[in-house]
């Protein structure tokens, strides 16, 4: 067998940045990892082309064909017009995905980052090994900066894996926002996926060392075997969503998750032939501290061991240090700090406006009310002398009953209906369990199916919960108690639907589209029902939504609500508490409505924080907690025991804090004052789990209020120990500017469009009162051009289209960031066709106008300059290479004689957007083009000397942001070299002569 030799690898492979010449055109030569330099690959760009048509090279099959080449510079036969002198400006800076300045990540990213999300960001940078807690309260965007932290050090080289922890029911908001938001192809990891996953990846290998980016569920890694394999293949990168749902806990499956993310965080991992490293873990909640100190400390443990025990450390010098030094590790805004600190340059949240509203039961429902819960209190009472287990029966179904009869008619037959959870067998039919078994499995799943989830997050179960026990003597009173509820539907015998239905016309009227939240599947269904025949079906559309749907199905039911307001209807949501986490309602909702008051007030503002968030473009938000007042016992006690006790609290202290201790056994004792009167001895079945006298209802209520009054102090104590801010808003701001200057802002976006649009002869006009929203018909998009109209309808990109410049985005309406599809295919698009010279009347690279801007002979140049980016990362035993990095910029100059002067913004937009007054003559425009063509031989020396500067400043920006400057007693732990490529790309010429004076 004859062996074909392979052929000769040439040294000279292209250095990043260098323009080369194969396969008949030009490209741009990209960095190649330390991959692709083990399989012989070269990576290369198109010079018009964006990433998607990125093409890879084999160097031993075709190096020898690859060509030094260099950039053409404007053909003065190809002018155009001064217009589209911007319109080309705006395409190339656009493009730009490797655009200079300090991060290397949001020219990836389909979002504008604000700048007080940059904070968690530039923290993180500073650490040799990421360490932070990011506790920002709800709606403040907390995915958004975690992702930018990920995003970040994927694209400096530093992690090639990505792993996000998060509860069942947030999976597939994470894997929408990495896909959609930040370009990380992510897969979910759950019980009903990691075996299709398994076979499809080879053989030995697990998920995580084929699939980079993985977003996987607690459920899943509650296995031991699975927790093994995670903790063996989880790579560099962790994000761990709802952290205080692994805060450590005596036993329990809290003990087993913080084990696990102990494991995560002290285990090191191989990154090199002879180099590990601990991961970067990012833990993100909204409650940071719910008042179990232990386990908040042991929180804090994970971020740096020296912080275990800092809550209860003795005042003194050491406890100082650790908190100053804190503040590098954990950040925790509000709302109203933004607006304090960053003032308009933080965000434009809404203003949350909030009332209760009171119905009264009357009639056949205060009978009906009253007779189920006496039936509930004799249930609970009949069980006194019996087992333990058939008391908590009792007790759960009178809960049930309690919590279903305050809800909805259709929740209150429902649970009437339906028998308490079969407890009597387990999953394999034994029938031989004894009553402590049972019991256990009675307290776990009655708990989830009757509260609210307090503990360990959100609850799942919305089917209204048995309270059926199967006494015989009762069958008659339950048929009597389940007719007369089927009776009373309907606002003519509900008082709480009519109230509900007076309060939503008020809401209507000024203009607000609301969200209805529901903790029961059957009221959910009972009010969409009511709705559709209450409102005016021609101008509103009502839709239900609840937690039997799958997720992909929720978002469609809610894109289908927002195409409406398109359509000039009015969207109106019921929904159960399966929307109230892990979805974003802010585009098209603005008001809640808590239908069914929650158990657990942190559910309240959860629900509050679907519309209340970054993104919300209405100035006020609306939310209404109904309720029945003294009419309902129940809405009274939790209203007052609870809610109330807890906006007292936030009011107070501007944060919301979750119920003391046990949020279950609290509330368990709240309505043991309904169900066993005020001054009874409390059922021994009971076991609240709390500290102090529980014998009678009396001393619970003392017991209760001294729970609330230890959760405000340690509140208040914490908000001293954890006000450190390590960044000052000025730091932030000063990136946030130099990022939109190197990428291109929201102005930039806007004009690419709107522009190209026109250009295209494409109809585009602003609509609504709104700056920023535009309506575009890209059906009138011209026969020639067919291969941009297949380019944007593989993009779904075609019809009547609304577009948003600004966030927040009107509902209805696209929100254009610089890598949305329609944004990527214009800049290509127009690029492409000016740098081949094909279409100057497009875009052209070349132009001379007469105008009032200028008082002399104006030269502008738009140039290209690109740097290659060396860096080094200390390993503790010396440095190690991480991939080099092509760093791009889009520059307007003007020419001074023999020297190049770079333009600031406004300066060069004013000047690039300068209108003509009068002709010139096209004989006199191409030889004034020529000469100052040829005059570019002349300004190599400024040119090179131009990209030396630019590229020490992309050098000092990337040293910048590493800098330990905040840590004391470190040393710089990265180095950086950035050296420019050898041309510099000359990409628009541009003459600009004062108008002739009369």
Request: charged residues 30%; negative net charge.
């Amino acid at each position: 067998m004859t062996l074909t030799p392979t052929p000769a690898v040439p040294i000279d492979i292209p250095s990043p940045g260098s323009i080369v010449k194969v396969r008949g055109r030009e490209w741009i030569a990209l960095p190649q990892s330390s991959t692709e330099k083990q399989e012989q690959v070269l990576k290369l760009r198109p010079l018009g082309g964006g990433d998607q048509t990125i093409a890879t090279l084999y160097w031993p099959l075709e190096g020898a064909a690859v060509k030094p080449a260099s950039f053409d510079p404007p053909d003065p036969a190809q002018s155009g017009s001064q217009s589209s002198a911007l319109l080309l400006r705006d395409a190339l800076l656009l493009k730009l995905r490797a655009g200079a300045g300090p991060f290397r990540s949001l020219g990836n990213v389909a979002l504008e980052p604000r700048p007080y999300q940059l904070v968690p960001l530039l923290m993180a940078l500073k650490q040799a090994v990421t360490r932070v807690l990011i506790a920002d309260e709800v709606g403040l965007g907390k995915t958004v900066e975690a992702l930018l932290i990920a995003r970040e050090l994927f694209d400096r080289g530093e992690i090639r894996q990505i792993t996000v922890i998060c509860p069942p029911h947030l999976c597939e908001k994470w894997r929408a926002d990495m896909i959609g938001q930040f370009n990380l192809a992510a897969e979910v990891v759950r019980p009903g996926t990691a075996k299709k996953l398994e076979d499809e990846i080879p053989f030995g290998k697990s998920i995580f060392e084929v699939i980079p980016f993985t977003v996987v569920s607690l459920d899943w890694i509650k296995s031991d075997r699975n927790r093994e394999t995670f903790l063996q293949g989880c790579g560099e990168f962790v994000i761990v969503d709802e952290a205080h749902t692994c805060a450590a806990r005596k036993g329990g499956k809290r003990q087993k998750r913080f084990e696990l993310l102990r494991a995560l965080s002290e285990r090191e991992i191989q990154t090199g032939a002879d180099q590990k490293t601990k991961r970067h873990i990012v833990l993100l909640t909204a409650t940071p501290h719910s008042g179990d100190t232990e386990a908040f400390d042991n929180l804090l443990a994970l971020l740096d061991p020296k912080f275990s025990g800092l809550s209860e450390m003795p005042e003194g010098q050491r406890r100082k240090d650790l908190r100053d030094d804190l503040g590098n590790y954990f950040v925790q805004r509000r709302r109203q700090d933004l607006k304090e600190e960053w003032g308009t340059n933080g965000a434009d949240f809404p203003d949350r406006e909030t009332r209760e509203a009171e119905y009264k039961l009357s009639g056949d429902w205060a009978e009906l009310f009253h007779d189920v819960l006496g039936y509930a209190k004799d249930l609970v009472q009949r069980s006194a002398g019996e087992s333990k287990l058939r008391q908590r029966m009792s007790w759960w179904a009178a809960l049930a009953l309690l919590r279903c009869v305050s809800s909805s008619p259709a929740a209150a037959s429902a649970s009437l209906r339906t028998k308490l959870l079969n407890l009597q067998t387990d999953a394999n039919g034994d029938r031989d369990r004894d009553d402590n078994q049972i019991a256990a499995d009675l307290e776990a799943m009655a708990s989830l199916a009757v509260l609210d989830g307090a503990d360990e997050g959100f609850s799942g179960e919305e089917a209204a919960p048995g309270a059926d026990l199967a006494i015989a003597e009762d069958a008659e009173q339950l048929q009597d108690l389940i007719a007369r509820a089927d009776l009373l539907r309907g606002k003519a015998h509900d008082p709480k639907l009519k109230q509900l239905i007076k309060e939503l016309n008020a809401l209507l009227k000024e203009g607000f589209r609301p969200v209805i939240f529901c903790r029961f599947r059957p009221t959910a269904y009972y009010l969409a029902e009511q709705l559709k025949e209450a409102l005016p079906k021609r101008s509103h559309v009502v839709q239900a939504v609840t937690g039997d749907l799958p997720p992909e199905e929720r978002v469609l039911r809610i894109q289908e609500l927002e195409a409406e307001v398109a359509n000039e209807k009015v969207p109106v949501l019921v929904a159960t508490d399966c929307l109230s986490e892990g979805i974003d309602l802010q585009h098209t909702f603005d008001a809640v409505v808590h239908y069914d008051l929650c158990w657990n007030p942190t559910r309240h503002e959860q629900r509050e924080g679907r519309v209340d968030r970054f993104g919300q473009a209405r100035t006020a938000v609306r939310a209404l907690m109904l309720h029945g007042g003294s009419s309902n016992p129940v809405d009274d006690r939790v209203r007052t025991v609870i809610l109330e006790k807890e906006k007292t609290i936030r009011k107070e202290l501007g944060v919301s804090v979750p119920i003391p201790g046990n949020a279950n056994s609290i509330t368990q004792a709240v309505l043991s004052n309904i169900l066993q009167g005020p001054a009874q001895t409390i059922q021994g079945s009971l076991d609240l789990e709390l500290a102090g006298d529980t014998t009678t209802q009396l001393a619970l209520d003392a017991t209760i209020e001294a729970e609330w009054t230890s959760a405000k102090d340690n509140a208040k104590k914490n908000q001293a120990i954890f006000a450190q801010r390590s960044l000052k808003p000025e730091e932030a701001l000063g990136e946030w500017e130099r990022m939109k200057e190197s990428l291109g802002s929201e102005d930039a976006v806007e004009r690419l469009v709107v522009n190209a649009s026109r250009r295209l002869n494409l109809p585009i006009g602003p609509i609504g009162a709104s700056p920023g929203t535009w309506e575009l018909d890209l059906s009138r998009l011209e026969d020639d051009r067919t291969a941009l109209r297949e380019r944007l309808r593989n993009h779904d990109l075609e019809g009547r289209l609304r577009l948003c410049f600004r966030s927040p985005a009107q509902a209805g309406s696209q929100l254009l960031s610089r890598s949305h599809p329609l944004v990527v295919e214009l800049a290509d698009f127009v690029a492409e066709r000016a740098l081949s010279g094909l279409e100057p009347e497009l875009a052209a690279r070349a132009s001379v106008i007469r105008t009032k801007v200028v008082s002399r002979r104006t030269q502008l140049l738009v140039l290209r300059l690109r740097h290659q980016l060396h860096q080094d990362r200390w390993t503790g035993n010396g440095y190690d290479a991480l991939p080099d990095l092509l760093v791009e910029e889009c520059l307007t100059v003007e020419v001074k004689e023999q020297s190049v002067e770079p333009l600031e913004g406004a300066t060069a937009l004013e000047l690039l957007e300068a209108a003509p007054t009068g002709n010139v003559d096209p004989g006199q425009r191409q030889q004034w083009l020529k000469d100052a063509v040829a005059g570019l031989d002349a300004l190599q020396p400024a040119l090179k000397a131009l990209a030396e500067r630019r590229a020490q400043l992309a050098e000092d920006d990337h040293r910048r942001v590493r800098e330990a400057s905040l840590r004391r007693g470190e040393s710089l732990r990265m180095r950086f070299n950035c050296e420019p490529a050898p041309a510099v790309d000359v990409i628009g010429l541009f003459l600009l002569l004062p108008a002739p004076t009369l």
